[in-house]
């Protein structure tokens, strides 16, 4: 998660669509939210999908933050990079109008795993699509933040709660600060963080990502 590949943005012009052709699309200005939806209904983070598609981390979080149009190069590496078609990203997907009953069950123990050098992380609800939240239990692995390499950034905003265990929880504005079980923090997850174990054991938190 702390990789943060850099990329140039092209010059070349932006893609534009016939509004004569999209008549149940996205707006242009709906595109961003389009991306932002597509990457998290596949539990992916941005830097994650950064490595999948080729594209910077910045330049996808300026893509979903309507900052910038993506050129025709970057809508193809895209649709290669997340496993979509073109008419995914631009057509709006129907909404469920029943009045929400969604429910998704994660026994203990099943959630999808994802481990990193610094954390091993189990996805929870992935059976759902276009979640507004992501949320996964995570066990610390990391015991000096040296492992880290570099601050751990990502789009959105985040809850901590700590299951069990302690944590020393390094954020880039403030003082560290030693988190024990039951305790929690939230927190802007473009602001650099990072978790270190200094329990005897691992210790093991609940994340979840808005």
Partial sequence: MP?????????APTLEVNRSQTEA?????????????IRLSQNLTLEEASKRTGLARSTLSKIENEQISPTFSAVTKLVKGLGIDIPQLFTQPQRDRSGGGRRDIT???????????????????????SKKMIPYR???????????????RHDGEEFLYVLE???????EFYEPILLNAGDSAYYDCEMGHALVSVSEQDASVLWVTA
Avoid at 3 to 11: A, I, K, M, R, V
Avoid at 138 to 152: I, K, L, N, S
């Fill in 3 to 11: 990789d943060q590949p850099h990329f140039l943005q092209s010059e």
């Fill in 25 to 37: 699309t996205v707006e242009p200005l709906q595109l961003g939210q389009r991306v932002r939806e």
């Fill in 107 to 129: 026994r203990s123990g099943q959630g999808r795993p994802h481990p990193t050098p610094t954390y091993e992380h189990e996805l929870l609800a992935t059976t759902l699509s």
């Fill in 138 to 152: 995570t066990v610390v692995r990391a015991r000096h933040f040296d492992e880290y390499g570099d601050w751990v």
């Fill in 165 to 171: 265990g302690e944590v020393m929880f390094y954020t």
